[in-house]
């Protein structure tokens, strides 16, 4: 008899050494410090260990909370081969009126259309000649917008490493994001607003650039209407020369007019600097109203950073924005303000005039890798993002480079300039290295984002929750305290109750436990405050099916068979009901897992596996545990 269990101990030992295995390198993580933590992270072996542990939801971990919306009014408007004035403003009252009455977009669209008699093919020739064409057309766009824009922030989160990050569809353009053990809300927002739209645009000489400067001076002069509207706003501004930038732009948010503050940043009277002479209307508003904008700074022109809101308000002005159409350039900034003199508290966006076109886009790029610059080069030691580009992309390349060596080519991600290096030689093969980050997280992110792929509309954040790591503790710490007041007044239960037989039982449901855990582990779930409400039911399921054999056993008993064949009998009874009980459960399980999202689908992986390591305890573990007590001892009672 003893030779007939091996098989079942061999199983048991099995088993009992994978569970060990499983759930090693997550007691080893919980254990570790920062400092382990952070030495794993340079030896590149952290990612390896948090591949295998079980790791912690965002109500348990804290992180971050977000709901995303597509902006289709965007789309349609990117969707149009042309655009005018009238189809702006057609899309404009549109997008107010949705938001206002809270109805679909292009629904709306549709509708002022058809009000307005505009013939939409003018603008949507590729979609269709008729209206019902080009609506349905747009539709299918808007659908396929908000799928794609699912992938993609899938994909990038991936790369990024969030533990089992929720991302799901909410409505018919809405996205709910959830990140578990991120704190980083800035770096989460960008990755996953960004459009990643990369550009490469020839800077324009500096002769045409000086050009179209003196251009702009002379229109802005010549516009009496504004210049009036100057003086006016100047006389005021004095009355309250206190009053800063912020606190002005806000009060006058509603006004269309610029006031010179906005212009000029903050304006002293002769009392507060005594080496101004800005004493009146006409010495506050200069002759040249665009270049009195410009610093010179290394290498380029500047705005300083206090201007920036009125810099760009200016290039808004109808008369800048067509002549910059008509001579088929465009003024873009860095991306970021930066100190031209040492702790110097005054920064400078970097300004750039372009060609109207790029020369090639992101969509050529193959390959984006974020490292540290190799030694012996002008980026040693310092992030930078490697590029490789497609047949098609190296070919533009090498003739872009090839025929403007000595030029300047600004490198564009989203309509800002991250740099513009000259061009030295003509680079063959599609290789190119974009420079200038902050830190090695911020080359990664933009790595992450051109390899997964631009978004097809941009995305906006309407609602934004964190939960501090404070408050998912506590959520630990009263879900372990749960588990474990539920397990010790079970334990205690069937040992009171049962006696011998409870012991084994509560041997089991150890057991139980233990290889719920290893089974998690493995999967690599991610477990939160359902996942451990779920692990607390699948206590009391697996008591259940020990129950019902136990009884089963007692009743054997108490027909006079021996404790050998009450057990035998016991367990061939008890076996089709603990089957037929617990299999509606999983049905249920599985219900749950298919059409629940995020903590919904985590109770149901805890309950599905719970029930069928569950139902193998008590059937597998807890016979051979009686049969080889029963076989090593000649009995004629039964402690049960």
């Known amino acids: 008899m003893q030779k007939s269990l091996t098989p079942r101990y061999i199983v048991i030992a099995i088993i009992f050494a994978w569970a060990v295995y499983a759930l090693l390198p997550t007691w080893q993580y919980q254990n570790m410090s920062d400092r382990e933590r952070e030495e794993l992270r340079t030896l590149g072996e952290l990612e390896k260990t948090e591949s295998r542990i079980i790791r912690q939801g965002l109500d348990l971990k804290g992180g971050m909370y977000i709901l995303l919306e597509t902006d289709i009014p965007l789309l349609v408007s990117n969707l149009a081969s042309m655009k005018d004035d ?18 679909d977009f292009i629904s709306v669209f549709e509708g002022k259309v058809r009000d307005d008699g505009i013939k939409l093919s003018r603008y949507y020739h590729e979609y269709g000649a008729s209206l019902d064409q080009i609506i349905s057309s747009l539709n299918e766009e808007a659908n396929d917008a908000i799928n794609r824009v699912l992938e993609i922030l899938q994909n990038r989160v991936d790369q990024f490493g969030v533990s089992e990050p929720t991302i799901q569809k909410q409505g018919k353009h809405r996205i709910v994001v959830e990140l578990a053990g991120i704190q980083d809300s800035e770096r989460a927002r960008s990755l996953l607003q960004s459009t990643a739209l990369l550009e490469f645009y020839l800077v324009k000489n500096i002769s045409v650039t000086n050009e179209i400067i003196a251009q702009l001076d002379n229109i802005l002069k010549d516009d009496e209407i504004y210049v009036n509207t100057i003086k006016k706003e100047a006389e005021d501004l004095i009355e309250t020369n206190n009053q800063n930038l912020e606190e002005l732009v806000e009060t006058k948010s509603t006004d269309e007019s610029t006031t010179v503050s906005e212009l000029f940043g903050d304006v002293q009277t002769s009392e507060d600097n005594p080496n101004t002479s800005q004493n009146s209307t006409e010495d506050i508003f200069p002759e040249t109203p665009f270049s009195s904008f410009l610093s010179a700074i290394p290498g380029d022109m500047g705005i300083e950073e206090k201007n920036l809101y009125a810099f760009k308000k200016l290039l808004n002005n109808d008369k800048v924005k067509s002549t910059l159409k008509n001579t088929n350039g465009q003024f873009l900034l860095s991306q970021q303000a930066e100190a031209i003199v040492t702790n110097s508290p005054e920064k400078y966006y970097r300004l750039y005039y372009l060609e109207k076109e790029p020369e090639l886009t992101g969509g050529i790029v193959e390959e984006a890798r974020a490292d540290l ?21 190296s070919r533009t390349w090498s003739r872009v480079t090839g025929a403007n060596i000595g030029e300047r080519i600004a490198i564009v991600l989203d309509k ?7 061009i030295r030689e003509k680079i063959p093969g599609g290789r190119t290295q974009i420079e200038g980050f902050a830190n090695l997280n911020e080359a990664k992110d933009l790595a992450i984002i051109l390899r997964a792929g631009a978004l097809p509309a941009p995305v906006n954040i309407i609602d934004e929750r964190t939960v501090g790591p404070s408050l998912g503790a506590d959520s630990i710490s009263q879900g372990t305290q749960a588990v474990l007041i539920g397990l010790v007044s079970v334990l205690f239960f069937m040992l009171i109750y049962y006696k011998l037989a409870g012991t084994v039982a509560d041997f089991a449901l150890v057991w139980n436990i233990l290889l719920v855990l290893a089974v998690l582990a493995s999967l690599q779930a991610t477990l939160t405050l359902p996942g451990i409400a779920g692990l607390i039911l699948t206590v009391g399921m697996s008591i259940d099916a020990n129950v019902i054999i136990f009884e089963r056993i007692r009743e054997e008993l108490r027909k006079g068979k021996t404790p050998k064949a009450a057990i035998d009998s016991g367990y061939d009874r008890a076996l089709t009901t603990i089957i037929d009980a617990n299999v509606t459960t999983l049905i249920a399980s599985l219900v749950l897992y298919q059409f629940g ?8 992986t805890v309950l599905f ?17 009686f049969n080889a007590y029963v076989n090593s001892k000649s009995l004629t009672k039964l402690s049960i």
């Open 597 to 604: 999202t995020g903590p919904i689908k985590g109770f149901a």
């Open 86 to 103: 009238r189809l702006e403003s057609l899309i404009e009252e549109s997008k107010k009126i949705s938001i206002a009455q809270k109805q």
């Open 416 to 422: 800002k300039v991250h740099m513009a290096p000259s």
């Open 373 to 393: 610059g190799s030694l012996g080069g002008g980026s040693a030691g310092q992030p930078v993002v490697s590029l490789s580009m497609n047949s098609e992309g």
């Open 609 to 625: 596996w719970g029930i069928l390591i569950s139902m193998f305890t008590a059937v597998f573990i807890t016979r051979t545990i």
